[in-house]
């Protein structure tokens, strides 16, 4: 049974399909064409066909499937990404929690730079550059560089970017607004812990402010003035109200069956333009709920 779609004209002779469907799909754009093929949206009597220099010849059935997802839906959407902010310099997402930023030893292919890389491969756009991180089950704004050029502005500039968490906690901070200012350290477990300040210590700063609270939690507005590694986490906790679903800094709670993390807004100076740039995503849902 023929797949249900639009039945384009026949062919009046033999050559590549992308070069066919160029002329017969006008005036549909290059990049939208090449889509349809990459992602299962062209059939040729009976049979998807991805291969751009497939050939077709008078007589060929060809159809453009209805219902064809086009990339964003297939490689983006499917992994919980939306684009926030893109222009020719750079890319900002909105990575969902559980999802790496870049590959380990132990996950090499899902991670936000290789779906990420992938959704810009399939449309000829270039590749990503990564600027910075976020932790594997923290949510939130992550910004990618589309050029060497703009990934190194963006890094040496990183430390005057406005980074802006939102962060529930377990049981609510006394007082309710502060600035935390310490050393921390890396254990061989790979955690950090705050330090006498000493060689191998880095300063950490934290502000904080708690926004409302619910029962035995409490929704905090967190500004990073410095980003190292679990910075947040390990503030939070040393203050005695871990973030919830925190187990490896002593949380005892985990109602969002995930951490309750996430990274709500940034603003610096667009690395080409000089523009200052401001970019926010809601707190997701499945922690709303709690507070």
């Known amino acids: 049974m023929a797949a249900p779609g639009r039945m384009l004209p026949s062919p009046t002779k033999e050559g590549p399909l992308l070069l066919w469907l160029l002329d017969v799909l006008k005036p549909m754009n290059r990049t939208r064409v090449k889509q ?33 997802p086009p990339p964003e839906e297939t ?30 030893d132990s996950e090499k292919h899902v991670t ?29 704004l992550l910004v990618f560089a589309r050029s060497p050029e703009a990934q190194e502005t963006l890094q040496d500039n990183w ?4 980074k802006t968490y939102l962060a529930i906690t377990e049981g609510t901070p006394n007082p309710a607004e502060g600035l935390i200012d310490t050393h921390l350290a890396e254990t061989r ?19 904080y402010k708690v926004i409302s609270t619910y029962e035995k939690y409490a929704l ?42 996430h990274a709500w807004k940034l603003g610096f100076d667009h690395p080409v333009t ?3 740039l401001e970019t926010e995503v809601p707190l997701p849902h499945v922690l709303k709920r709690i507070v």
Do not use: C
């Open 36 to 68: 349809l093929l990459k992602f299962g949206g062209v059939s040729i009597n009976g049979q998807s066909v991805t291969r751009h220099d497939h050939p077709v010849k008078p007589g060929d059935k060809v159809i453009v499937l209805r219902g064809s």
């Open 75 to 104: 490689i983006l959407e499917r992994a919980g990404i939306n684009i926030v902010h893109q222009d020719d310099a750079l890319i900002i997402i909105d990575k969902p929690a559980g999802l790496l930023t870049v590959a380990t």
């Open 112 to 140: 936000a730079f290789a779906i990420l890389s992938a959704q810009l491969e399939a449309i000829d756009a270039g590749r990503p550059y990564v600027v910075h991180r976020l932790d594997r089950d923290t949510s939130g």
């Open 159 to 162: 430390e005057e970017v406005t």
């Open 189 to 207: 477990d790979l955690r950090m812990r705050i330090s006498p300040q000493s060689e191998g210590t880095k300063r950490a700063i934290t502000a």
């Open 220 to 261: 905090l507005e967190v500004e990073l003035r410095t980003g190292r590694k679990h910075q947040i986490r390990v503030h939070l906790a040393s203050r005695g109200h871990p973030v919830i679903g925190d187990q490896v800094y002593g949380a005892k709670t985990n109602p969002a069956n995930r951490l309750g993390l």
């Open 274 to 276: 000089g523009e200052w």
